[in-house]
């Protein structure tokens, strides 16, 4: 067995040695939040930014208990061309951040800044050489509006290529770097927002040729069809690299070396997305425009890469979208208990940190709002009652930091599947959204729903290690189990879990599993015939399955749990989370009932059993100490009495 382990390791060495160097250390300095406080996005119009309307607007958000604001520079307001504003990386727009950055610190604010100028990274600067390109171009066509120039219009930088990124980080660095004194800021990343089909880079085929044989650039109209689901699925994996570590690693390194981190929504990227997540510092999903239990891949990401921070990009077109210039429905007319609702449910899904989305820049009595967004500011419909909301949302916070998540079983993420189906039925398609490698709609299966499982990718799976006394670690997460409902499966992936079952894992494997792609081993059927024999390896989770789950009940509620020195700390949203889907009805949150669950919660080989009270518009918080003693932690808040109504 030992030798099989070595020859095993030898492999998988060999195998990420080739891989570009990302310049990833453990930068622990960076990522330790010590503020549960939210934040929020403060949206910069192009313009000449009076420091006045800076300490205004800081003041403020000290007063409305946020923790911290991250400036994101966009276009004029109302979309003015003619708008008078400092130059794009200019003296003045430097100093006008770095002024904001000491005045936030001074009053005990954070400050983040997004790494450019709307999104994706790019300006007028980018090069043809360095800007997207696709299959068939030579240079850049593809090309940004609405930012800080507007009108003039910039290009997108090739995000598959180390070398532009570099060059792009080395300008916005240079203009930015007086504003990173002080306080560690995040730099930050949004959703990925360059067009997929077909993206290219320089070299891309000959790498392909030289990894799988063939040609791919005859193939690159056809790769979208019936029945090249094969070639698709070669072109995303080698695509997925190129993502990977031409721009998610890079940028952390660029952030490091700089003396900052990185808080990034890798969501909607064309790549390995638990990878993805787990090579920046601070995770970051998004809802609505993602549904809250998409936060579980960047939590997953977090807890086996040893990352204590998962944030949200919290409350984006709540209510639907509405392109440029907007406004979006039911803007300025939103209502905290709809927002509690999705907090909740972020909570439960394994968010700490929630970046309200956001505030326009404003000076006193200014009317300036941003199209797509909850607005935040002094004539919010909800301005009474942020305060108290926000308090509400710094508590849980905090309880959500306290120790580290409670894991048990690992479920394998069907990336695989995702990269062989290519795209989405119309019904589950967006204008923006119609691949399936995004990962929309992958949720737990409802078996095991109660055991919190954390999702697990073949990178991930080689990192698993495992003690003297037989237990199972990658990362944060104990393994004691790991669970498989997927169609496709690479073969290196099969031969580690075969190793990790012959080593004592229990293994649910729910059915067959086929190789994807183009290339195939001649052992694949072997090692899995070898997997099904094993004693600890059956379709029937009872069988294989050592322990009940954490949580027992009928309909559950969503839920996360921290373990600490003292206990379990269980955090279960109200149950009308579940009903949550994009986009929010208004008022949806509305309810004149109390939801009663009973559970039992099983931990460290002790059960004890008890009744949830869900008052409306309450979730519920619970401690179960060592004596298996459930103690209830007061996080409750009261939000007004939603209105329903259609637009």
């Known amino acids: 067995m030992k030798q099989k382990y070595l020859i095993i390791s030898l492999l998988i060495g060999l195998l990420f040695l080739f891989r570009p160097d990302t310049g990833q250390g453990q930068h622990t300095e960076y990522t330790d939040f010590t503020i ?19 300490q205004y607007q800081l003041d403020w958000i000290r007063t409305n208990e946020f923790g911290g604001v991250e400036i994101a520079w966009v276009y004029p307001a109302g979309g003015d061309s003619a708008a008078k504003r400092f130059p794009w990386l200019s003296r003045e727009w430097a100093q006008s951040a770095a002024f904001a ?10 400050c983040d800044f997004t790494f450019g100028t709307l999104w994706p990274f790019g300006d007028s600067q980018v090069s043809p050489e360095d800007g997207t390109i696709f299959a068939g171009d030579t240079i850049s066509k593809r090309t940004m509006r609405l930012t800080w120039e507007h009108p003039v219009r910039g290009r997108v930088i090739n ?15 240079s203009s930015l770097r007086p504003a990173l004194n002080g306080s560690y800021s995040a730099l930050f990343c949004d959703s990925w927002e360059v067009e997929t089909r ?26 979208y069809r019936p029945g090249f689901e094969p070639v698709f699925y070669d072109y995303m994996k080698q695509l997925s690299d190129y993502v990977l570590y031409h721009f998610y690693a890079p940028f952390t390194e660029v952030a490091h070396r700089y003396g900052a981190f990185t808080r990034v929504q890798c969501g909607g990227s064309p790549t390995d997305l638990l990878t993805a997540f787990s090579l920046v510092d601070i995770p970051e999903t998004e809802a609505m425009l993602f549904q809250p239990s998409f936060a579980r891949i960047p939590a997953s990401a977090a807890i086996l890469s040893s990352k204590p921070v998962v944030s949200a990009e919290a ?51 200014g009317s300036n709002q941003f199209y797509a967004s909850v607005h935040v500011g002094p004539d919010a419909h909800f301005a009474q009652e942020l305060p108290p909301f926000n308090k509400y949302l710094e508590r849980v916070t905090t309880f959500m930091r306290a120790g580290k998540p409670y894991t048990s079983m690992a479920l394998y993420l069907p990336l695989e599947d995702s990269w062989m189906s290519v795209e989405y039925p119309d019904s589950l398609q967006f204008p923006w959204a119609w691949g399936t490698y995004e990962l929309r709609y992958v949720n737990a299966p409802e078996e095991i729903r109660g055991y919190q499982p954390v999702w697990i990718n073949q ?3 080689f990192s698993i290690t495992r003690d003297e006394e037989g237990n199972f670690f990658c990362g ?5 189990s790991l669970y498989i409902d997927v169609n496709y499966m690479e073969f290196e992936s099969l031969r580690w879990i075969m190793l990790l079952a012959q080593s004592g894992l229990p293994v649910c494997l729910k059915h067959d599993l086929s190789e994807p792609g183009t290339i195939f081993s001649p ?125």
């Open 159 to 173: 995000h598959l290529d180390r070398d532009a990124l570099m060059r792009y980080a080395q300008r916005l660095i």
């Open 523 to 647: 052992q694949y059927q072997e090692a899995l015939i070898a997997l099904k024999s094993l004693p600890n390896v059956s379709a029937d989770l009872n069988k294989v399955i050592p322990s009940p789950p954490l949580v027992e009940g009928v309909d559950l509620p969503e839920f996360w749990s921290r373990e600490t020195t003292d206990g379990l700390y269980l955090f279960f949203a109200n149950p009308k989370t579940r009903e949550l889907t994009y986009p929010l009805s208004y008022g949806q949150s509305y309810t004149e009932e109390t939801v009663v669950r009973k559970v039992t919660i099983n931990y460290k080989g002790y059960s004890v059993s008890t009744t949830l009270n869900f008052e409306p518009y309450q979730s519920l918080l619970l401690k179960v100490n060592n004596l298996m003693e459930v103690e209830p932690v007061n996080i409750a808040f009261f939000p007004s009495t939603p209105v329903t109504g259609e637009k």
């Open 476 to 480: 944060d997460s104990r393994i004691t």
């Open 315 to 365: 409350f984006t077109c709540l209510y639907g979208w509405k392109g440029w210039p907007g406004p979006g429905p039911f803007q300025k007319q939103e209502q905290i208990a709809d927002l509690k609702l999705v907090a909740d449910a972020l909570f439960a899904n394994g968010v700490n940190q929630l970046i309200w989305h956001g505030m326009p820049f404003n000076p006193k009595d």
């Open 198 to 223: 077909k993206l290219w880079t320089r070299g891309f085929d000959q790498e392909f040729s030289r990894r799988y044989g063939y040609d791919i650039l005859p193939l690159m109209d056809s790769l």
């Open 101 to 110: 950055k000491r005045y936030a610190n001074s009053i005990g604010l954070a």
């Open 459 to 461: 990178n991930f799976l």
């Open 36 to 54: 549960a406080k939210p934040f929020t996005r403060w949206w910069w119009f192009a313009s000449e930014i009076d420091t006045n309307d800076i």
